[in-house]
């Protein structure tokens, strides 16, 4: 009988030990796990995303700029401005705008930039070819806008009016036409994103100043299709700010409304 009640005791010890054992692995649950895991922010800032066809997700959680960066440093407008918007809704004001130029001092390239832009991208290819012993080619820095009415013509007649404004904009609607945007390597296909150039160029341009303007699956957002190739210069603290906090356009950060047409 007495080692029946030990056994008794010992069943009921356990027991009580197990479910002391459970409420401590919940009390941390409830109580510890959410001051450490990330929590998704509550977002202040109007997004694009929310005039246009995609829904942000719980996978794809609003990004939220830093507080103390300031938007309005430098004019969305001025086409002189590095932090310009051009998109189908907001051409170059006025539509035939050009800007200041450099020619680039590259090897083999002929083709202009503004200063600044011009300078970040030779920075930025040298840098490139001492880590990667290659080297990197540019095929259109700036055009005109009569360059971009033969350029945009040209896309036209070979993939009708359609397709082609899903990857070229129209004549006072290209960022290239203001000096601060330049197609990289002879590769210009969505391929190009999965090569060591197009890939080294994503992940370290930004640190140049420059942004993949129109990433894959904003085109509801930019109106333009993915274009790995295609970088825009906007100086190194917004295109740190656009990294850091995962910003997938100018008109995302900028709270512009989506353009996904003229
Ligand atoms: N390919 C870009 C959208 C341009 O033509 O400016
Ligand atoms: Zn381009």
Redesign the pocket.
């Known amino acids: 009988v007495a080692s029946a009640r030990v056994r008794r005791n010992r069943t009921i010890v356990g027991i009580i030990g197990g479910v002391v054992v459970l409420a401590a692995i919940i009390a941390v649950a409830v109580l510890v796990l959410p001051s450490i895991l990330p929590s998704t922010p509550a977002s202040t800032h109007t997004s694009a995303a929310g005039t246009g066809t995609s829904t942000p997700t719980e996978s794809t959680p609003t990004p939220t700029p830093t507080p103390t960066f300031d938007k309005q440093a430098f004019s969305n407008t001025d086409p002189s401005s590095d932090w310009v918007i051009?998109n189908k809704q907001n051409p170059l004001n006025p539509k035939n705008y050009a800007p200041p130029l450099v020619p680039l001092n590259l090897p083999g390239v002929k083709g202009d930039m503004r200063p600044e832009a011009a300078a970040a991208l030779q920075q930025m290819f040298a840098d490139y070819k001492a880590q990667s012993g290659a080297q990197l080619t540019v095929v259109s820095p700036y055009?005109s806008y009569n360059t971009?009415v033969s350029?945009?013509a040209g896309w036209v007649s070979r993939l009708g009016q359609a397709q082609a404004d899903r990857?070229?904009?129209r004549p006072g609607?290209?960022?290239?036409?203001t000096g601060l945007?330049v197609?990289i390597d002879t590769a210009v296909s969505e391929a190009f994103g999965q090569t060591p150039a197009g890939i080294w160029l994503a992940q370290n341009s930004w640190k140049y100043g420059f942004v993949v303007?129109?990433q894959q699956g904003q085109e509801a957002i930019t109106?333009?299709e993915y274009?790995p190739w295609?970088f825009r210069y906007v100086g190194i603290p917004l295109a740190t700010e656009l990294k850091n906090d995962g910003f997938p356009s100018l008109e995302t950060f900028f709270g512009y409304p989506a353009a996904p047409n003229y």
Do not use: K, L, P
């Not at 609607?173 to 036409?177: A, L, R």
């Open positions: 051009v055009r971009q350029t945009y990857q070229s904009a609607f290209s960022e290239h036409q945007a197609d303007r129109y109106g333009y274009e295609h």
